[in-house]
């Protein structure tokens, strides 16, 4: 039975509220699994499921895969649509609000994320696996055209933002295919957009990444203002912050979104030997 006939039968109601706009060409689903470098031994934790369509297509090319969603309206639906479908397996739980060690119970181990997510979880989601010490490989997000852009952003564009620099501390964010807004059912009045980061371990060695992202969150809080401005709201005496400007190689008037991943690295060691 094709995928709407079977949400129709149990009288599934779309929500928006919950971004449910599902993919159903087999083609396109295939193309974002292998997009997501999806390999016969990896397994694949998909957030949102929704009918199963991604999921099924996933499942086809993994070891495995553990597929998150929170509407559980949608239990009848993937009983059936992943019927004979052995390697799939669905949690109808909030993955924003497992911890570590309940997602790595669930998972088991090293893995690979694969989403068609709402606009309004993209960032917190991107940020979880970004920041997590999970033994995660890679995140790859169909979401809104612009959020697209700016998860891919480099320094200096109009587009980037703290999201970008963030995602560029870990990884390299690639858009890997335009998904038009014609291909969801409903329709949205928005097109998507693959994106695929690759997260790199010591991408930055000898750097406490974590600490750079809280200073690349610092350094965005008030866009329209200098980095000095920023620096001094964040808690950083004026001499202080322009001397470690100056050192990182920028005027003193610059602004945060010049600054690639690789000069907030250095600006975070400038700071910090100017302690
Ligand atoms: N993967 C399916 C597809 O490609 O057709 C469904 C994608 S649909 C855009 C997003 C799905 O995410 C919905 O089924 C929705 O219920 C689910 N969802 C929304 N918020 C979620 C959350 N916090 N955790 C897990 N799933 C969530």
Redesign the pocket.
Known sequence: MEILDILRKYSFVF?KS??????TDSQLLDAIARDAGVEKTDTVV??????G???RALAARASKVVA????EA?VPVLRESLAGVENAEIVFR???KCSDEELLGIIGGKFKVVA???YY?TTPLVMRFAESSLPVESVTV?VQKEVAERLVAEAGTPEYGAISATVALRGDARITRDVPRRMFRPVPNVDSAVVRIDFVRDKFPATDVGAVSELVRQCFRMRRKTLLNNLIAAGYGKEKARLAIERAGFPADVRGERLSAKDYVGLYGELNLTE
């Open positions: 929500k919950l971004g449910q706009n599902f993919l998909e957030i949102g499921a929704g009918a369509t991604l999921t998150f969603d929170i509407d949608l909030d993955v924003l068609n997510i709402p979880i169909t």
